[in-house]
């Protein structure tokens, strides 16, 4: 071997573990992708900002902080169930690692769009709406949250209003007939409605126009109260029903205490902003490796009654000292 080969090959082997060093050095230094988490809100920012800050306050509680370890995504429906399936499409395409959804119809368009990215949801009637297979064992790629323990609390609605008003004998249900997780409520309803000897007028509205001829409805129909079923359109549109409700005279209860905020009478309900920050438990479990349809399906355990006194005031109602009490806050 003449002497220029011998010193060629020399450098060549030498230089070779410096180059797998340096090779090292710089994939250590190169930076880690991130999970891609994914919030689909089914109102608007303006409206229900809180429920991202408690996800991201679970997020926290978790080790998980946006721009750090883990890329938040957040999208907004604007009420409209419609466009649920546009959104979830964009996450797809940005391969979230998890999509929280909030109402039922979010979770099912998610569903009908992915089979492979875990849900997480929080949605009322999980299993009437075809979502999971049991509360034990959802199956597939879908688990999360109930938004009631099951469809029976909604009788309270009825009997909370009928022992806050109990002159009322006609009580007008404003309710989304597009949304099927609706469907238990009313029935139970009903039922209630026949014990008090109430009769209920089911008034339908699909759409944000629609609100104005719901409540010449109601009053065609002589309503005295009213009872607004938990939507994302109504509750998008909140402030709006509460403006109407005290226009027409019309004591109502809603499922959500946000409705109490926004003006209305009284409301009786889950916290969904506590389920929102319960639900970065389910997203940590998924990021280390668990399988959604293996997670059991949670139920709520903080329910809400809140009582807006500016509004019975207003109305010119005397609430009945027994519900104050009871009430987990009272709006003076």
Request: proline share 6%; net charge positive; aromatic share 6%.
């Amino acid at each position: 071997m003449n002497r220029r080969a011998f010193v060629t090959g020399l450098g060549a082997v030498l230089a070779a573990p410096l180059g797998a060093r340096a090779q090292r050095a710089a994939e250590a230094q190169a930076p880690i992708a991130r999970p891609r988490v994914a919030f689909l809100g089914a109102e608007s920012q303006t409206t229900n900002q809180h429920f991202l800050d408690a996800f991201r306050q679970g997020l926290r509680e978790h080790g998980y902080v946006d721009g750090q370890n883990v890329t938040l995504e957040e999208r907004w429906a604007e009420g409209r169930s419609e466009r649920f399936p546009e959104l979830i499409g964009e996450l797809v395409k940005l391969k979230a690692s998890v999509i929280l959804t909030i109402s039922a119809p979010a979770a099912v368009a998610a569903k009908a769009a992915t089979t492979t990215i875990p849900i997480v949801f929080i949605a009322g009637d999980p299993l009437g709406s075809g979502l999971v297979r049991s509360f034990a064992r959802p199956g597939g790629n879908l688990t999360g949250l109930s938004i009631s323990l099951d469809e029976e609390f909604s009788g309270k609605w009825l009997e909370l209003l009928k022992e806050a008003v109990p002159r009322i004998s006609r009580v007008a249900v404003l309710y989304n007939p597009t949304n099927p997780a609706n469907a238990p409520y009313l029935t139970v309803l009903r039922r209630v409605a026949q014990k008090l000897g109430v009769k209920l007028q089911p008034t339908r509205v699909q759409d944000s126009v629609g609100f104005d001829g719901a409540f010449a409805s109601m009053s065609v129909e002589r309503a005295q109260a009213l009872i607004v079923v938990i939507d994302p359109l109504t509750v998008r549109y909140r402030g709006r029903i509460a403006e109407l409700a005290a226009k027409n005279r019309l004591p109502a209860m809603y499922g959500f205490r946000e409705f109490a905020d926004s003006g209305g009478l009284m409301a009786y309900g889950t916290n969904v902003a506590d389920l929102c920050r319960r639900a970065a438990g389910f997203v940590d479990k998924i990021l280390k490796g668990a399988k959604p349809g293996d997670l059991p399906i949670e139920q709520p355990n903080k329910f809400e009654f809140v009582i807006n006194l500016k509004t019975a005031k207003a109305l010119g109602l005397t609430i009945p000292p027994s519900l104050l009490l009871r009430a987990d806050q009272v709006i003076d």
